[in-house]
């Protein structure tokens, strides 16, 4: 997809976009510590994984599909470093062909790079490279980033390449670069998506989130700040530079896509939940017998709230755990189809109850209006509905698949009319004041909930 999306790409939801697992290793059993890294962060990407190993040659292994389906009957990649990549996207961009990492041959070796996020200003570059003479062979928004961080270092050199790289891409961008047997860290200057450094026993990782250095038995170092660049070689690190910005945190990690065990930028998203749904209960109480969880988005926001109010917590819907999360799946038909395999209710912790069903975010409206009619069909007197983040109105161009604003049931429906939609006695959000505070920083990105957005967008 190499046009410009125009308004009707808009509404349609039809541009590659991607919030995904990266991950980089140097050091020694490179293949197994990529696999259990990126088979922590599965949560990020379901669609496709890929691997990129060097030992002076290149090893490529990508496929559509689960971690463990992927590399099921692979053999073991040889290498000294690799990068590593699970996907998620919306629909019209699957395919092989848009599977990361990515991997070019140059003057200077090879060049690989795995990119979460999403490049604001694609579309642009992508044309000037064209001009330029460079063929792309997907329509990934990673490929011209990877494109253009070839052309510059080629020119400049490592440092300065990259840096010039940095200053030309737009949007966000947790990356790691792979430059033969040297790995960088690379994170745009307002901070969008997490990165981290860790050390394990044998080497160095790189990745999305803390709980991968934890699946490793390591050691977390620090966060990659906003603006920096961290290189990784010869059993040690160091930052080569960093760029100054105005740093915008994206407020979804903490309250949907970040696993709750994983610390982000100092601050661990489990307690962040427990904190929304505290405060949400401040906010908006209710009389009930028992609160209720969606599994498993849902379940730190409802112990807060629990906490808060006194109301008893009950696991009152089971969630198959074998079963996809219906956020990241391409279409709603996808999402209907597995909601109803992913939950059933516990009739005995339902039936004749007031309940309190606490759940993260309310995007499309459908999954909620689904959930809402299980929790009735299992008996329940009344369903009072929390949400423990603001109505999310205006799409996201950071790297969340949040782009087609007539489909945000927020967007242009008062909070009762929504409530009536869903089949809810009540229905509540968590203000913004009330999520920045349970988050704990205020340099965070609200654009999905306020239209005013850090940086360029593509349409304003």
Do not use: W
Not at 114 to 124: A, F, L, R, S, Y
Not at 243 to 258: I, K, N, Q, R, T
Not at 409 to 429: H, M, P, Q, V
Not at 430 to 459: F, H, M, N, R, W
């Amino acid at each position: 997809m190499d046009s410009q999306p125009q308004e009707s790409d808009i509404t349609t939801g039809q541009k590659v976009n991607e919030d995904c697992a990266v991950i980089g290793f140097s050091g020694g059993g490179v293949y197994s510590s990529i696999i259990a890294g990126l088979r922590s962060l599965q949560h990020r990407g379901q669609e496709s994984s890929g691997i990129i190993t060097y030992d002076g040659k290149i090893h490529v292994k990508k496929g559509m599909g689960l971690v463990s389906e992927v590399f099921k009957n692979a053999d073991p990649m040889p290498g000294i470093v690799g990068i590593g990549h699970n996907r998620y996207s919306t629909s019209g961009s699957k395919g092989i062909e848009n599977a990361g990492p990515f991997v070019i041959s140059c003057s200077l070796g090879y060049i690989g790079i795995t990119h979460n996020g999403e490049i604001t200003n694609e579309h642009e570059l992508r044309e000037e490279l064209k001009h330029d003479g460079y063929i792309f062979t997907s329509s990934s928004d990673t490929e011209v980033m990877l494109i253009e961080f070839v052309k510059e270092i080629s020119r400049y050199g490592i440092n300065e390449g990259i840096k010039r790289g940095m200053e030309r891409l737009k949007g966000a961008y947790a990356a790691v670069l792979m430059i033969n047997d040297r790995l960088y860290a690379i994170r745009d200057k307002f901070g969008f998506r997490p990165l981290v450094l860790g050390r394990t026993f044998n080497g160095y990782i790189i990745a999305s989130e803390t709980c991968a250095i934890d699946a490793l038995s390591g050691e977390t170092i620090k966060n990659v700040e906003p603006g920096e660049v961290i290189e990784v070689f010869n059993n040690s690190y160091k930052t080569i530079f960093k760029l100054d910005g105005d740093v915008s945190h994206c407020m979804f990690e903490y309250v949907y896509f970040a696993r709750p065990d994983s610390i982000i930028d100092n601050i661990e998203v489990f307690q962040a939940r427990v904190r929304m749904g505290m405060r949400l209960a401040v906010e908006s109480p209710v009389d009930a017998d028992v609160v209720v969880p969606v599994p498993d988005s849902g379940r730190a926001q409802a112990l807060g709230f629990s906490k808060a109010t006194g109301i008893p917590y009950s696991e009152g819907l089971i969630k198959n755990r074998y079963s996809e999360r219906t956020f990241i799946m391409p279409d709603q038909k996808s999402r209907l189809a597995a909601i109803k395999i992913k939950l059933n209710a516990i009739k005995s912790e339902i039936s004749n109850k007031r309940i309190v069903l606490v759940d993260d975010s309310i995007v499309r409206g459908n999954t909620m209006k689904y959930i809402v009619k299980i929790v009735r069909d299992a008996g329940a007197s009344e369903v009072h509905v929390r949400i423990s983040s603001p109505p999310i109105t205006a799409p996201c161009f950071y790297g969340v698949d949040m782009k087609t604003k007539n489909e945000f049931i927020a967007a242009n429906k008062t909070i009762e009319s929504i409530k009536n939609e869903i089949g809810a006695d009540s229905l509540a959000y968590l203000s913004i004041d009330g999520l920045k505070q349970a988050i704990g920083i205020k340099s965070i990105c609200i654009s999905c909930l306020t239209g005013i957005y850090p940086e360029y967008v593509p349409l304003s």
